[in-house]
T-cell receptor, first 110, second 119 residues
Framework: KQEVTQIPAALSVPEGENLVLNCSFTDSAIYNLQWFRQDPGKGLTSLLLIQSSQREQTSGRLNASLDKSSGRSTLYIAASQPGDSATYLCAVRDDYKLSFGAGTTVTVRA | GAVVSQHPSWVICKSGTSVKIECRSLDFQATTMFWYRQFPKQSLMLMATSNEGSKATYEQGVEKDKFLINHASLTLSTLTVTSAHPEDSSFYIC???????????????FGPGTRLTVL
């Protein structure tokens, strides 16, 4: 059974600092890994999707890396802003379903 | 594009009653929809996978007689929580997979979620 872990569970940084969020998974036989953003009481917004054959994906200030062999992914958010405050979830897709981590709740202080 | 809606966005009901939650793909057809449950500060847990025109596949530990899923069309799936109890209070999120494979990699598109509170 796939287990997805996100560390830390919560993170508070001053505005402008770079964010580093970690995700690890136990079974490396995945199709892809996806990072989501979730605002309080809301659904999920997809941020980046990395295929198992890829090493990283970039979108604006966001960069996600994937090391499938070691079961790790890292989401980097450059020059954080208060609007980046949210919970970030990673999810890995195996044969048919997504397995989610519990998320990292980020607070960016103005 | 790739918009998924849920209705209602929140619902409060009395213990013992049944509640129906709808999940719709607005601009695409979804042969497969997924239902997740999320408790506070916990990850999303897959409850079941529903395929249009066939019975849903439930994850281990999910009571199929309590959580009835119907996927009668390519744009609509419903989750009915029967005889709801306070422990069923949770955030329910659906997702849908575009039958044409939009997203390129069988990506799931998520709805905004439904907050269920059972008194």
């Amino acid at each position: 059974k796939q287990e997805v872990t996100q560390i830390p569970a919560a993170l508070s940084v001053p505005e402008g600092e770079n964010l580093v969020l970690n995700c690890s998974f136990t079974d490396s036989a995945i199709y892809n890994l996806q990072w989501f953003r979730q605002d309080p009481g809301k659904g999920l917004t997809s941020l980046l999707l990395i295929q198992s054959s890829q090493r990283e994906q970039t979108s604006g200030r966001l960069n996600a890396s994937l090391d499938k062999s070691s079961g790790r992914s890292t989401l980097y958010i450059a020059a954080s802003q208060p609007g980046d405050s949210a919970t970030y979830l990673c999810a890995v897709r195996d044969d048919y379903k997504l397995s989610f981590g519990a998320g990292t709740t980020v607070t960016v202080r103005a | 594009g790739a918009v998924v809606s849920q209705h209602p966005s929140w619902v409060i009901c009395k213990s013992g009653t049944s509640v129906k939650i709808e999940c719709r793909s607005l601009d695409f057809q979804a042969t497969t929809m997924f239902w997740y449950r999320q408790f506070p500060k916990q990850s999303l847990m897959l409850m079941a996978t529903s395929n249009e025109g066939s019975k849903a596949t439930y994850e281990q530990g999910v009571e199929k007689d309590k959580f009835l899923i119907n996927h009668a069309s390519l744009t609509l799936s419903t989750l009915t929580v029967t005889s709801a109890h306070p422990e069923d209070s949770s955030f329910y999120i659906c997702s849908a997979r575009d039958r044409t494979g939009r997203g390129g990699y069988n990506e799931q598109f998520f709805g905004p979620g439904t907050r269920l509170t059972v008194l």
